[in-house]
């Protein structure tokens, strides 16, 4: 059974936009488990290169404020309907790049409304993460290498 896992984290506000992360949980994800991944970097890049060419989003919020809400406004719609209806479970890194923006907590909180599992891997100290981003998680894990160990034992081929 192919799942998909939603890779949740930090964009707008991390080192090249959280990609590093989410290519290197891709392949593993891809090659351990045949599991499938919506990589929002990845899919934001396609979506903004298809309807948005000749823009450039990050200086769209100074200087088009209301041409970037309008392109936020659809890729918060295109990640949101990805969890909804695509995904069977989310990856989470959760660190200061997560916690000064949005997306990441909407993401999580539309998982745990629809009893999609959230597996967060802390990227800062337990104490300074806020408790709805735990509240919507059903496992916290240390590192990369205590999510991966686990998602071995519980989605094996």
Same mark, same amino acid.
């Given at each position: 059974?192919?799942?998909?896992?939603?890779?949740?984290? &930090?964009?707008?506000?991390? #080192?090249?936009? @959280?990609?590093?992360?989410?290519?290197?949980?891709?392949?593993?994800?891809?090659?351990?488990?045949?599991?499938?991944? !919506?990589?929002?970097?990845?899919?934001?890049?396609? !979506?903004?290169?298809?309807?948005?060419?000749?823009?450039? !989003?990050?200086?769209?919020?100074?200087?088009? !404020?209301?041409?970037?809400?309008?392109?936020?406004?659809?890729?918060?719609?295109?990640?949101?309907?990805?969890?909804?209806?695509?995904?069977?479970?989310?990856?989470?890194?959760?660190?200061?790049?997560?916690?000064? @923006?949005? &997306?990441?907590?909407?993401?999580?909180?539309?998982?745990?409304?629809?009893?999609?599992?959230?597996?967060?891997?802390?990227?800062?100290?337990?104490?300074?993460?806020?408790?709805?981003?735990? @509240?919507?998680? #059903?496992?916290?894990?240390? #590192?990369?290498?205590?999510?991966?160990?686990?998602?071995?034992?519980?989605?094996?081929?």
């Amino acid at each position: 059974m192919d799942l998909t896992a939603y890779l949740s984290g &930090g964009m707008e506000y991390a #080192d090249n936009y @959280g990609a590093d992360w989410r290519s290197d949980m891709e392949g593993w994800l891809r090659n351990n488990l045949a599991h499938s991944c !919506f990589n929002p970097v990845r899919e934001s890049e396609r !979506f903004l290169g298809s309807r948005y060419p000749d823009i450039d !989003f990050r200086r769209s919020k100074s200087e088009d !404020f209301e041409k970037h809400r309008q392109i936020a406004r659809d890729i918060v719609r295109l990640d949101s309907r990805e969890i909804i209806m695509r995904s069977d479970y989310v990856i989470c890194f959760y660190d200061d790049s997560a916690q000064r @923006g949005a &997306g990441t907590k909407g993401e999580l909180t539309i998982a745990a409304l629809m009893g999609k599992p959230v597996y967060l891997i802390r990227g800062m100290d337990i104490a300074d993460i806020p408790s709805w981003v735990i @509240g919507c998680a #059903d496992r916290i894990f240390d #590192d990369f290498a205590g999510l991966k160990l686990f998602l071995s034992r519980e989605y094996s081929r």
